[in-house]
């Protein structure tokens, strides 16, 4: 099956610096790979994907890279705002396994005012 | 458009006993999957339900059981509970399993919070 690792396990960062989380994952199937963001007493919400046969994806302050080669991603957030703080999870995914998506251990954020 | 709802939001049994817990898709979402969080954790895929069919299954045991209503809603059993199922439990539910930009996009619930005597 598919593993996902996911680094680092907690981030602090002063507001309005950026902060990176990476990924790496086994597969080499794998060819989905989107993003969570989980707030206190909610569910995971989805705040960007990636496809594999695209490298780089931005949404405004979000960015996320994909390296298929080395087999990891990376979550980009710039100019942070307490709001994001947060415990975020990457996730792998491949075609034709219905919605089985591996998901890694998460970060937990935390942006300092 | 109404998001994911699941219910009960907490609730506490004792080692052997059962639980159901409901999940409502969001409109318009046919695929419902569940999956199991740990405290610290990612969540585990348990399975996914597709034409009330179960048509896809992670490494948990038959004691893991659920069902999907013509209105794609769903339902998790869980029979002779032991400590470890303590978590929390996710439903997603999705546009379609297939291909397609939209399809295995999940919309996630917020959850129903397990504890285990």
């Known amino acids: 099956g598919e593993n996902v690792e996911q680094h680092p396990s907690t981030l602090s960062v002063q507001e309005g610096d950026s902060a990176v989380i990476k990924c790496t994952y086994s597969?080499?199937?794998?060819?989905?790979f989107p993003w969570y963001k989980q707030e206190l007493g909610k569910g995971p919400q989805l705040i960007i994907d990636?496809?594999?046969?695209?490298g780089e994806k931005k949404d405004q302050r979000i960015a996320v890279t994909l390296n298929k080669t080395a087999k990891h991603f990376s979550l980009h957030i710039t100019e942070t705002q307490p709001e994001d703080s947060a415990v975020y999870f990457c996730?792998?995914?491949?075609?034709?396994?219905?919605?089985?998506?591996?998901f890694g251990t998460g970060t937990s954020l935390t942006v300092i005012p | 458009e109404t998001g994911v709802t699941q219910s009960p939001t907490h609730l506490i049994k004792t080692r052997g006993q059962q639980v159901t817990l409901r999940c409502s898709s969001q409109?318009?979402?046919?695929?419902v999957s569940w999956y199991q969080q740990a405290l610290g954790q990612g969540p585990q895929f348990i399975f996914q339900?597709?034409?009330?069919?179960?048509?896809g299954r992670g490494n948990f045991p038959p004691r893991f059981s659920g069902l999907q209503f013509p209105n794609y809603s769903s339902e998790l059993n869980v029979n002779a509970l032991e400590l470890d199922d303590s978590a929390l439990y996710l439903c997603?539910?999705?546009?379609?399993?297939?291909?397609?930009?939209?399809?295995?996009?999940?919309?996630f619930g917020a959850g129903s919070r397990l504890t285990v005597l």
């Open positions: 997603a539910s999705s546009p379609s399993t297939g291909r397609g930009p939209g399809a295995n996009v999940l919309t």
């Open positions: 597969d080499s199937a794998s060819n989905y």
């Open positions: 990636i496809r594999s046969n695209v």
């Open positions: 996730a792998a995914h491949k075609g034709n396994t219905g919605n089985q998506f591996y």
């Open positions: 409109s318009g979402h046919n695929t």
């Open positions: 339900y597709y034409r009330e069919e179960e048509n």
